[in-house]
């Protein structure tokens, strides 16, 4: 038997991407999670499940006593138009929930934390493409903010207790499971609309890009830095690595390769760009390629085709916002790298 492992968020998008991973390298995973979002079809197989928020003392109990080694941290508030909104609801789970949380894992014994911070929240907006893990952070949304404000906490935790930490900060993870519904990924949300025949509203010129990076392949990510040798705390980046491909796609140019391979015409609707979302994304991942052994395996179109064949069923039909089982990958497309200008403003 491998670690004893506790992922929060685990029945969400991302965290049952790499509860799945834990428990096939033959980890013993309990998977935490309030179902607010996530669904009990995504929890894999073999992992125990405890449904609890973040905030509460059950939580904090469960860390407490549980005997766990590794805490991976998923759960959050991931709206930034709520965190917009409403600050104090954001900044109450997504700050608050980390620090109940800790309190547990340093009664029991917790070894390490592996922390989903934003690389797509957290850098200013401001700067030259892709951003390494030293560019400047200054980020646009409540979201952002609490996200850099964990990860300060998190190296203060190192310092005074001991509780080690590595921070992954992705860019913008998509993949089989995603929420296609309200502030869904944006491939989520367009797959989903347009395997309905609906036409997708696209917030701003859809010349914004996003860095897409693979959920399999950020359950990779996670795994490595679960195990990897991490190096001294000298400032806050240390132990921080960006998850991305340092790829720009352009939101409209999504929408088209998604309508392509759907054998449908794009129809799209523009409104304006929303408050606290950046214009331009990518994340350089030298440091992870060179300290975790991680590069992304999955070429954007594969990725794509993997996450249509869980969204559209054989008849060629929508399967539904809900949740859906990744079916794999097939196809070796590639996406376009943009040419990225000097001062331009990032995603």
């Keep these: 038997m491998g670690r004893k492992v506790l992922v929060t968020g685990g029945a969400g998008f991302i965290g049952s991407h790499v509860a799945a ?43 407490a006593s549980g005997g766990f080694t590794l805490l991976n941290h998923h759960a959050a508030q991931v709206d930034v ?43 200013v907006e401001h700067g030259r493409l892709p951003h390494g893990e030293a560019a400047a952070k200054l980020p ?19 310092q005074l207790y001991g509780l080690e930490s590595a921070v992954l900060r992705y860019s913008n993870v998509y993949g089989p499971r995603q929420n296609g519904a309200g502030e869904g990924g944006v491939v989520a949300v367009f797959a989903h609309r347009l395997a309905a025949g609906e036409p997708v509203t696209i917030f701003g010129d859809g010349r914004q890009t996003r860095d897409l990076v693979y959920a399999g392949d950020v359950a990779e990510a996670n795994l490595l830095a679960s195990e990897c040798r991490l190096g ?81 069923g054989p008849d060629g039909g929508t399967a539904g916002p809900g949740p859906a089982r990744d079916s794999g990958g097939t196809g070796r497309m590639g996406s376009r790298r943009l040419r990225a200008e000097p001062e331009a403003r990032s995603a």
Excluded: H
């Design 81 to 123: 138009r709520i965190s917009v909104a409403d600050p104090v609801r954001d900044s109450d789970i997504n700050i608050l929930g980390l620090l109940n949380l800790l309190a547990g894992a340093g009664t029991g014994g917790v070894r390490r934390v592996i922390f989903a911070s934003s690389g797509g929240a957290v850098y």
């Design 21 to 63: 991973a834990y428990v096939a390298a033959g980890d013993d995973v309990t998977v935490l999670d309030d179902l607010s979002s996530g669904a009990m079809a995504n929890v894999p197989s073999g992992a125990r499940f405890v449904r609890a928020d973040i905030r509460s003392p059950e939580a904090r109990a469960l860390l």
């Design 140 to 158: 646009l949304s409540p979201y952002g903010s609490a996200k850099l404000a964990c990860e300060y906490y998190l190296a203060t935790f190192a």
């Design 232 to 312: 001294p705390l000298g400032e806050l980046d240390a132990r921080a690595f960006n998850i991305g491909t340092g790829i720009e796609t352009g939101v409209t140019e999504l929408a088209e390769v998604l309508a392509a391979a759907l054998g449908r015409r794009l129809d799209a609707r523009y409104q304006p760009a929303r408050a606290g979302e950046l214009r331009r994304s990518a994340l350089a991942i030298d440091k992870a390629a060179a300290e975790l052994g991680w590069r992304p395996r999955t070429p954007l179109r594969e990725g794509l085709a993997s996450t249509l064949r869980a969204i559209v």
